[in-house]
Nanobody
């Protein structure tokens, strides 16, 4: 696919884990800093994590530090967001972003 396409969302209980994936057939994204954002109902979209083209530098928001990890795999033109110890407040639509382009989003719902 030419677009950024996210997958891996779903319903999980508090304390559970999910791994989000963002993929594209376009290798140009290998040269881009990529990011994950999220938007909860009634709230603004917020930056969750970023990763440089070489994957050597990452950032994560304070709200997810120690629980979320961003990574990338150039062989698959993919960027991942490993989410552990999920909390109810992590419920949101998660979006992949790079080179000015957004994916369509994947829903993550944390509920008991």
């Amino acid at each position: 696919q030419d677009r950024l396409v996210e997958s891996g969302g779903g319903l999980v209980q508090p304390g559970g884990s999910l791994r989000l994936s963002c993929a594209s057939s376009r290798s140009i994204f290998r040269l881009a800093t990529m990011a994950w954002y999220r938007q909860a109902p009634g709230k603004q979209r917020e930056l969750v994590a970023t990763i440089t083209p070489d994957g050597d530098r990452t950032t994560v928001a304070d709200s997810v530090k120690g629980r979320f990890t961003i990574s990338r795999d150039h062989a698959w033109n993919a960027v991942y967001l490993q989410m552990d110890n999920l909390k109810i407040e992590d419920t949101a639509v998660y979006y992949c972003f790079g080179r000015g382009e957004w994916g369509q989003g994947t829903q993550v719902r944390v509920s008991s």
